[in-house]
């Protein structure tokens, strides 16, 4: 179903303030259920999770503020849902799905999609969806991020459509067929391996889409669904306008409609992107031509991926207090060469693109429109965990941990960048201490800012942190990370960040053949550095330390000048930032 548009006229003010409001109020109450109800560290803790409205044709109506990344993608899995299965939706009805290719983002953010019928009829009238990332779905590795991945299959299970709830019945059968029987058939590949804490998150998830449906029906019991439909029409419309004024205010800003930027991964790839500005209608052109070809590894991007980080930044430049929403992409033309890294193929492994390339996606737009510095550019991916296939091929039960570590925030003009902090498309939280110590075998040893990483200028770009964890047992740990060889650039004569390290403390110990153990002389730790990118089984005892990038300066540095400023680096971007109101308060010092 589609909302009619052309009898609308101009919206009532208040009203159009109050359905954006009651419209994100449901997708928080849809959060809010999510995380009192989910069991795993991952949707509990550090909240990597996002919940949302879509309208009748698939488009995102409002969100919370979850994860970017998810927001900007799940209208492609819900309309993708709506085209496979048509008229055959009824009452009842979940879908699940994960598949790059059916709007998803990598495999372990599973969506789970469900209908909002009207109460009178067998209408649509809205969806409500949830996307979680699962900590593990099987593949070659715990917690399903190999950094080694160079096909999808290796990367897990793969569910492109799956009715994992059938006019109200739970498809646990099914289930254990896609993330067990399936993905274990791949050599090499296991299962989940903990199938336990994925089935009952997927059941939050249901069960938070269920609270959604409830309360849109209200709204539309309040309100009327005419009412309703109209102004949901217009939260997309006020969007939309908001974007078309930001294009028309960048060229007289700029001084030109032609805008462009490139910037490279750790591999030499380029990211390029000619951004067109038609100042007449507020519309531009965004072309991804020039952009590096199919990656043989995992930093591949799928497009939905590609949507997601160009409307998160279109969103984050505007000055107004709006919903992230479909009306956002109206006045874009998004284009993107086939068989590239951010188009490639239908067996590509993509999981370092969805939480690597699409920050170097917004870091790239962001330059092309001269908005602010480059931030960390990486979410600096760390997995670790038990289990898969023993030497019979058997599927072992196991466990995995995954978590992103913060870095720094590029700075703009008139602010300094923020220290430790999740940048851009992820908005989680790290393990607290205390949880992670209690629930896995690893210690804490050191989890602070990485000091006079960010880089130096007139406004400084924010520092990355250090990460040191020691593990109690022999584990296999992953770390999937950039800007490990390119530094988060500078602007304006602004200095760059510092790089990222990831360092493998190996505990050793010298051959003394028969002496008793404690007759040994223990030896000096030997430190490797192990690469953006690398798998590593670690022993009991051995550390990994890991220094996360800082962001870029803006502006040449001049201590005269810069020592009459105020330290304001509390300050975050105005482009990571919400309404004008909020970020001249910042500024003020409120």
Same mark, same amino acid.
């Given at each position: ?87 055959? #939706? ?5 879908? &699940? ?71 109200? &019945? ?42 959604? #449906? ?68 507020g519309s531009a052109a965004l072309d991804f031509e020039g952009t590096g070809c199919e990656i043989r590894g995992n930093l591949n991007a799928p497009i939905s991926v590609v949507h997601s980080a160009v409307i998160y930044c279109m969103r984050a430049m505007l000055d107004l207090d709006i919903p992230l929403n479909a009306g956002c992409l109206v006045p874009l033309n998004i284009k993107i060469p086939e068989g590239s890294l951010l188009s490639p193929s239908r067996t590509a492994a993509v999981c370092g693109g969805n939480v690597l390339t699409s920050q170097r996606i917004v870091d790239v737009v962001l330059k092309a429109f001269h908005a602010c510095a480059a931030s960390q550019g990486c979410t600096n991916n760390l997995t670790f965990g038990a289990g898969g296939k023993d030497k019979d091929g058997n599927n072992v039960v196991g466990w995995g941990y995954y978590e992103t570590i913060a870095g720094g925030s590029g700075a703009g003009p008139g602010w300094h960048g923020t220290s430790g902090v999740h940048t851009h498309i992820t908005n989680t939280r790290i393990g607290d201490v205390e949880i992670l110590e209690r629930r896995y075998p ?11 990483? @960010? ?41 760059? @960040? ?39 089984? &670690? ?52």
């Open positions: 179903m589609s909302v009619p548009q052309a009898n609308y006229g101009a919206p009532d003010p208040i009203l159009l303030t109050l359905f954006a409001n009651r419209f994100m109020s449901v997708a928080e109450a849809m959060g809010r259920s999510l995380q009192q109800t989910a069991i795993s560290t991952n949707i509990k803790e550090r909240l990597d999770f996002s919940c949302a409205l879509f309208a009748p044709d698939g488009d995102l109506v409002a969100n919370a503020p979850f994860i970017p990344i998810h927001l900007g993608s799940m209208s492609f899995a819900v309309k993708f849902q709506m085209n496979l299965h048509k008229t055959t #939706i009824k009452r009842g009805d979940v879908f &699940m799905t994960n598949s790059p290719h059916a709007g998803g983002s990598h495999l372990p953010d599973i969506t789970i999609i469900s209908p909002v019928f009207d109460p009178n009829s067998d209408e649509i009238i809205f969806f409500t969806a949830s996307r979680g990332h699962h900590a593990d779905i099987g593949g070659i590795l715990p917690g399903s991020m190999p950094p080694t991945s160079t096909n999808i299959f290796e990367e897990g299970a793969e569910i492109v459509s799956f009715k994992i709830v059938s006019g109200g &019945m739970f498809d646990r059968k099914s289930l254990v067929d896609y993330m067990i029987d399936r993905p274990s058939k791949y050599p090499g590949s296991s299962g989940c391996r903990n199938l336990k804490d994925v089935e009952s998150d997927l059941k939050a998830q249901i069960a938070a889409n269920h609270k959604g #449906i409830q309360l849109i029906q209200a709204i539309v019991d309040d309100y009327g669904l005419p009412t309703v439909q109209e102004y949901m029409f217009h939260i997309r419309s006020n969007a939309e306008s908001s974007v078309r004024n930001l294009l028309r205010d960048v060229v007289k800003r700029m001084g030109t409609n032609v805008l462009s930027a490139v910037d490279y991964l750790d591999d030499g790839s380029p990211i390029q992107l000619k951004v067109e500005i038609n100042e007449d209608d690893v210690i804490v040893h050191q989890f602070g800012l990485r000091e006079g990483s @960010g880089g130096k200028g007139l406004w400084k770009g924010g520092d990355g942190v250090v990460r040191e964890l020691e593990f109690l047992q022999g584990l296999q740990v992953s770390i999937l990370s950039e800007r490990r060889t390119r530094q988060p650039y500078g602007l304006e004569g602004g200095g760059p @960040g510092a790089l990222g390290r990831n360092t493998w403390v190996k505990q050793s110990r010298k051959e003394d053949g028969d002496l008793p153990e404690d007759a040994r002389q223990p030896l000096k730790p030997r430190k490797i550095n192990i690469g953006g990118k690398a798998s590593v089984w &670690m022993g009991k005892g051995d550390h990994l330390l890991i220094a996360t990038p800082g962001a870029g300066a803006w502006g040449a540095e001049d201590p005269d000048v810069d020592n009459g400023h105020v330290d304001r680096s509390h300050v975050k971007a105005w482009v990571a930032r919400g309404s004008l109101a909020e970020r001249e308060a910042a500024q003020a010092g409120f």
